[in-house]
């Protein structure tokens, strides 16, 4: 198990985490298999998606924040509720692909760490398995 | 594979089967590996998310209801369609890490069975294995 | 790791793969295990939902639309970020138990690739392993 370390950059963020994840399965010396991430957060999630036009992130910025509005019914006292939701809808695990010892990705693919309650220091675990 | 059962409370709810998943990760006896976690259900799901304050579980509550109102031109005879769309949202598998025969979660992660077309008895099925 | 290739057939629909898959999985010769999907597109994913009544796949498709509208301020310019959004919102990835060399599903559900900016020939990845 690997541990990665990610510095996010605003409230809501996506930091494209690729080659620090690829750097873990090339360290694992996996050549045919699995890599398997979780983010150990509950107010941030990992989410595969476009990492060739940054207006992406923008855009998922703004359809997120539509989907999950403050409210003054919320009950949570620390105020962070809509972030709660968000990691619960993009999700704290994501299982990817390797083959040669490279990630396996869609030509626009990218990693993300979404963060919802930044900005702050966030850790990402890897596992690469032969499989 | 073991499969564990969980009596459900209310028509939408949150059901913390941390201490549920981790007992099949000790009866498994694996030391290092991966707990995998499906739902065979298509109107519940499963997710991670805050197990400290239950006002969290609350909030996710009203948000998910927020996000997929009932319709009037919704088809399926059931009546439940709210709930399908949430299950696909949250999700019905997670994959999560084992190290030295414990669940890794976060300090303030559990694992839920998100109910949302209960109350009902649900099935939720483990695969730990050694990785 | 096998490739299949899916024809989706509007802008937004749901593909029934669980065939597909299936036949992936009984190729394999795996009898007892996991059987890994992923999806190396932005503008897809993948989902376990009912199979029985397509009404639930209309009413899904209702209800993410409505979650997800267009917007003027939307700066990506080719114009689906709805589509990607959505992607992230359902998931790249799906991990599903192999039992008997069989799919485990519930009684009601299926494997679909979810096409959001369609229609369009689309890959899914599986591999499935012993466990």
């Not at 360290?27 to 940054?54: I, K, M, R, Y």
């Not at 919320?74 to 939701?85: D, K, Y």
Request: glycine share 10%; charged share 20%; net charge negative.
């Amino acid at each position: 198990m690997i541990q990665l370390q990610v510095r996010t950059s605003g409230r809501q963020s996506f930091e494209d985490i690729t080659s620090q994840v690829q750097q873990a399965v090339s360290q694992s010396g996996v050549q045919e298999g699995l890599c398997h991430l979780f983010c150990p957060h509950t107010t941030a999630g990992l989410t595969v998606n476009e990492n060739w036009d940054p207006s992406v992130q923008h855009d998922m910025g703004l359809a997120l924040d539509d989907l999950v509005p403050q409210r003054r019914d919320f009950r949570h006292s620390e105020g962070n509720s809509p972030a709660h939701v968000k990691s619960s809808l993009v999700g704290a695990s994501q299982t990817l692909f390797v083959d040669g010892g490279r990630l396996v990705l869609g030509s626009w693919q990218g990693i993300y760490l979404a963060e919802f309650d930044g900005p702050r220091t966030r850790k990402v675990l890897v596992k690469v398995v032969t499989a």
